[in-house]
């Protein structure tokens, strides 16, 4: 497994699969090992992909300062693994929470990124509001489920800040609630740096304004794709974030949730491929 040094003097790792030309991808969790993005659905047949598995998560070294794991310190952690790799620019893809790191590095290196893939993005880098009713609407599409009774229940009951049973609305999370989508849930809560997860979004690591007024000057293109019921980043909102970019498009992969290249490989991945090509 390669590692690379961070300009603090931290030990990152990152993981490579595939041929072709690569594409660096940063994971969600936030601050969770890379290993739950797989080859993307087979996106790896594709291109080289370079996974981060980003500071104290993975096999990269818990740093010093964990201050550090805040989202605005991490830019200097891609900019150290595009230096590493000799990359003048790079397509940069990213999932979840791992889209505001990729925002934020858009935000500061434009020169330095090719094509931006932003997948079930988060909204806190760029300060947009996901409201209860957006995602109570995005729920309800699966009202026919078996489980979205006890599901919907809770998810009510976290909305309103009188409860906190996330287990129970998990299923909400994936496009079928089946044995594979039980197993990657159950692999992937063992996989989250939960002290860094709280350093992440914490003060000081967003400023939302600045942040739009610097994409407004991004000139590469920017892929933005969600799952139709996503309940972290409903098709409603990513509307509103795709406009931030001058060159954005926003594609909805029907019937998936939060990890659309479970949901259909076959879909997913002839989708960002193409868009990568």
Not at 203 to 220: E, M, V
Request: net charge negative; charged share 20%.
């Amino acid at each position: 497994m390669p590692f690379f040094t961070a300009h603090d003097g931290t030990r990152l790792a990152y993981h490579v699969s595939g041929d072709g030309s690569p594409v660096i991808c940063l994971p969600g969790g936030p601050m969770q090992a890379s290993a739950y993005l797989g080859d993307l659905g087979g996106l790896s047949a594709h291109r080289q992909l370079i996974m981060l598995d980003l500071r104290g998560t993975g096999r990269s070294a818990v740093p010093d300062d964990t201050g550090s794991y805040r989202c605005d310190r991490l830019v200097d952690d891609v900019e150290a693994l595009r230096e590493h790799l000799a990359l003048d620019r790079m397509d940069l893809l990213a999932h979840s929470a791992g889209t505001n790191l990729a925002t934020l590095y858009a935000a500061r290196h434009p020169e330095h990124v090719s094509k931006l893939v932003l997948i079930g993005p988060s909204v806190m880098a760029v300060g947009i509001t996901v409201t209860a009713d957006v995602r109570r609407e995005t729920a309800l599409l699966r009202k026919d489920e078996p489980w979205f009774p006890a599901a919907f229940a809770a998810l009510e009951e976290i909305m309103a800040g009188t409860g906190d049973a996330f287990e129970a609305i998990a299923p909400f999370w994936y496009g079928r609630w089946d044995e594979t989508a039980r197993a990657h849930k159950a692999a992937e809560d063992g996989r989250k740096n939960r002290e860094a997860a709280a350093t992440f979004g914490s003060g000081g690591a967003f400023d939302p304004a600045a942040t739009r007024a610097a994409l407004t000057r991004l000139t590469s293109p920017v892929l933005l794709l969600t799952g139709e019921v996503d309940l972290n980043s409903p098709p409603a909102a990513m509307a509103g974030l795709a406009e931030l970019f001058p060159h954005a498009e926003l594609v909805v992969q029907a019937r998936a949730g939060h990890f659309p290249w479970l949901d259909d490989a076959d879909r997913f991945v002839a989708t960002t491929a193409a868009f990568l090509r």
